[in-house]
């Protein structure tokens, strides 16, 4: 642990706020006060932090820059406003945000927290403050960029607001912390991309915070496309706080990175609120994929929706942990939780773990695990009727996940994500 | 076209077949009659290629040792099995499922794969054989399917594929009358010379509908009278009973 914070000072600017300063030095005096999570500690008993913190990643520096249609190969492209940022960095010539309708802002985060009079400290202090935790204090003292999305009362963006994060190739492991702050007006909608990739093989650490707040009646669907290094490391937080009668869809895949640990963080703060969250993990070869979520129900009659499916192959360890809090007060709650794993090795391994804590009378919850294996009967089924096993097993699998894939509602970019899945399970056949 | 010699099979030490001898040639309709736990579906498996079972024995497919073929690799041959149980497979369309299988079956055999546009042309066309309700086409396999839907659904498929030897296990068994006589239609639509049917059936009823050549009686892992089709209104007549009996003899557990 020291070797990872030896040297690491908090990203201060004269220019920067006050706020900016302050709460920077905090978030670094608080890593070094608690350190980073150990097996003890309950939401981190199956990942361990020790691989990444082993490693002596530098700061990253700007990367080499690549072409339009290198960027569009490896995360797509939506038709609509796009940031796309290289180990960090902005990058203006690649970022498209023409067009954008009046009074919605899309823009790159460096030279709004440099002119802040402090409009953005709720929305960039928030994850510390409320639960500090030592990457999101990390990304808290050390990013400098990322995205800053304002959609203002009563606008319905169309098209995705696509954010995309690159790691180009370095010459030591660097590692970025970016910061995408998201504020949607009341009774706004839009829907909002983030990929984040890099370079095949190449070692890095990609430690990212979503802030996202939805005043009443808004309407967010985020997705979520992690596919980064099969080398890299990947921690990410989602923090989404919700107004009354707003709704989050929250679509996650994990793919990529030896080692990612994606947390959602859900709390529904006014009533009627509405959340759903989607996720796959497809674990392969030696990779581990990490889950949290928590959903937070404090305000009466809102609604929780929850289903995350894994399949994990060969060597690799797939977790899912899901709370869902329902505090006293939170009346007619309605949560529902589904998380379904699909094991296709004796050495794959995968831990899922409900947590409910019900606080509140007259609710409904409901949850249901389950972890398998491809059903024998259905693989024979398939084989009498001439289907080679292998392509047996691949459609099985691929049905298992196609549910997930379903839910994908621009067009361009459910045909990105399955043929990023196609590939992520095409690879287990080979093995197979 | 199919010729059993001595098939035993066993699982966990238990024999379930005890010497099945039995051929059939092209053109032929064969049906299997006999007790629950006779063997029947066993031997209707073994056939299929399912891999649960200790197989001993010969079976010859147009000269081929079938029991050393996998089961895509019978299919591609031309065997077919119309499940007792079809297999619920959700989150596969029932339509993308079969258009996959047959070419899966046209690739091996070296012909042309047929598009979705020439695909849903034939399916409609054999769906209308035994009568099925074009909303299934889109519904995942078998999946809320009711037990007569599983049961069209099987002889759809056997109309798509078009098998030179069709096993139908037990296909009357949850069946209505009038179900009963649109799925004995749709299979007497593909009753030909060239292609063998294996029928097996605890009730005589199925056979008024597809009727015989041979008929075999089958009990305790063995074929105990064979003949043709008035065996089967004899054994309804009858009953199981004195095979049953025949074939415990002295000293058999009871």
Redesign the interface.
């Known amino acids: 642990m020291t070797a990872f914070l030896a040297g690491l000072e908090p990203r201060i600017d004269a220019r920067h706020p006050a706020w900016l300063q302050a709460l920077r030095h905090a978030a670094l005096q608080w890593v070094a006060e608690h350190g980073f999570p150990t097996a003890r500690d309950e939401a981190w008993k199956y990942t361990r932090v020790a691989p990444i913190l082993e490693i002596p990643f530098q700061l990253a520096e700007p990367g080499p820059r690549w072409s339009a249609a290198q960027v569009e190969a490896l995360v797509g492209d939506y038709g609509g406003p796009c940031l796309v940022f290289f180990n960090g960095y902005f990058d203006a010539g690649l970022s498209e945000l023409d067009g954008l309708p009046p009074g919605i802002e899309v823009s790159h985060l460096a030279p709004q927290l440099l002119a802040d009079s402090g409009a953005l400290e709720g929305l960039f202090g928030h994850a510390f403050q409320t639960r500090p935790q030592a990457f999101t204090a990390l990304n808290t003292a050390l990013a400098e960029e990322g995205a800053l999305v304002r959609i203002p009362a009563g606008t319905t963006v169309e098209t995705p607001i696509h954010l995309v994060f690159l790691a180009a190739a370095g010459v030591a492991p660097q590692v970025m912390h970016t910061r995408v702050l998201v504020q949607m007006g009341a009774g706004s909608r839009a829907t909002l991309v983030e990929s984040h990739a890099g370079i095949e093989g190449e070692v890095y650490f990609s430690n990212a915070v979503s802030e996202v707040v939805l005043e009443a009646d808004a309407a967010l669907e985020h997705y979520k496309v992690q596919n980064e290094s099969r080398a890299a490391f990947h921690v990410a937080l989602l923090s989404v706080r919700q107004a009354e009668g707003s709704a989050f869809t929250g679509h996650s895949w994990a793919l990529g990175a030896a080692l990612a640990r994606q947390e959602v963080r859900v709390v529904l703060e006014g009533p009627g609120a509405q959340v759903a969250l989607n996720g796959l993990y497809l674990p392969r070869g030696v990779q581990h994929l990490d889950n949290q979520t928590t959903i937070e129900h404090l305000a009466p009659r809102c609604t929780s929706r929850e289903l995350y499916k894994g399949v994990v192959d060969d060597r690799g360890h797939g977790v899912f942990d899901g709370r869902i809090i329902v505090r006293p007060g939170a009346m007619k709650t309605d949560a529902s939780q589904t998380i379904k794993t699909l094991l296709l090795s004796a050495t794959a391994q995968a831990n899922t773990q409900p947590r409910l804590e019900i606080l509140a009378d007259d609710v409904k919850c409901a949850h249901g695990a389950a972890v398998g294996q491809l059903d024998e009967q259905a693989v024979f089924y398939l084989r009498s009727r001439g289907l080679p096993e292998a392509q047996a097993r691949s459609l099985l699998t691929f049905a298992f996940v196609s549910e997930l894939l379903e839910r994908i509602g621009p067009a361009p970019l459910r045909a990105h994500v399955e043929q990023l899945v196609t590939a992520q399970l095409r690879g287990l056949e080979v093995a197979a | 076209m199919l010729d059993i010699k001595n098939l035993h099979a066993g699982v966990e030490g238990r024999e379930i077949l005890r010497g099945i001898t039995l051929r059939i040639e092209a053109g032929e309709v064969h049906a299997i009659m006999g007790p629950n736990g006779s063997g029947k579906s066993t031997l209707a498996q073994v056939l299929?290629?399912?891999d649960t079972y200790q197989v001993s024995g010969q079976v010859l497919y147009d000269g081929q040792d079938l029991l050393a073929m996998?089961?895509?690799e019978?299919?591609?041959a031309g065997i077919?099995?119309a499940?007792q149980y079809?297999?619920?497979?959700?989150?596969?369309g029932n339509l993308y499922?079969?258009r996959?299988?047959?070419n899966?079956?046209r690739k091996?055999r070296g012909l042309e794969e047929l598009d979705a546009m020439d695909f849903l042309e034939l399916a409609k066309e054999r769906m209308a054989l035994v009568e099925m309700d074009p909303s299934f086409m889109n519904r995942?396999v078998n999946v809320d399917f009711s037990g007569g839907e599983k049961k069209r659904n099987e002889i759809f498929?056997m109309a798509i594929?078009e098998p030179r030897l069709a096993i139908l296990d037990e296909t009357d068994s949850g069946l209505d009358i009038d179900a009963l006589r649109t799925v004995a239609a749709g299979v007497n639509a593909l009753r030909s010379k060239d292609r063998a049917l294996l029928v097996i059936t605890h009730y005589q009823r199925l056979l008024d509908y597809i009727v015989p050549d041979r008929v075999h009686v089958m009990a305790n892992g063995r074929i105990e009278q064979s003949g043709d089709k008035d065996l089967a209104l004899q054994l309804e007549k009858h009953g199981y009973g004195s095979y049953e009996q025949a074939a415990m003899g002295p000293g058999a557990k009871t």
């Open positions: 299929a290629g399912v996998t089961p895509e019978r299919a591609v077919f099995l499940f079809p297999v619920e497979i959700p989150g596969v499922f079969l996959t299988a047959l899966a079956v091996q995942s498929q594929l």
